[in-house]
């Protein structure tokens, strides 16, 4: 099975802090959303450092 990081759009504030954290540029700020491409492998980096828990890692 594999994991993938999903975010919550209505509680992301677009802060950019799990872009940073992100080693495998699987996460990018667009316009209106965060966007998880497909290479996320869902380790959680991300998940740990949002301030706002809007982001969970869940099985595709
Ligand atoms: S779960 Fe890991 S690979 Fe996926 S977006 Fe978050 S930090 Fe990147
Ligand atoms: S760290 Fe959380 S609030 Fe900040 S952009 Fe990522 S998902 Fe949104």
């Not at 940073?20 to 998940?47: F, M, Q, R, S």
């Not at 982001?55 to 595709?60: A, D, N, R, T």
Request: proline share 2%; hydrophobic share 40%.
């Amino acid at each position: 099975m594999k994991k993938r990081a999903v975010v919550d759009r209505k509680k992301c504030a677009y802060c950019g802090a799990c872009v940073a954290v992100c080693n495998l540029d699987a996460n990018e700020l667009v316009e209106t959303y965060l966007e998880i491409k497909e290479n996320c492998t869902g380790c959680g980096a991300c998940a740990k450092v949002c301030p706002l828990g809007a982001l969970s890692i869940e099985e595709v």
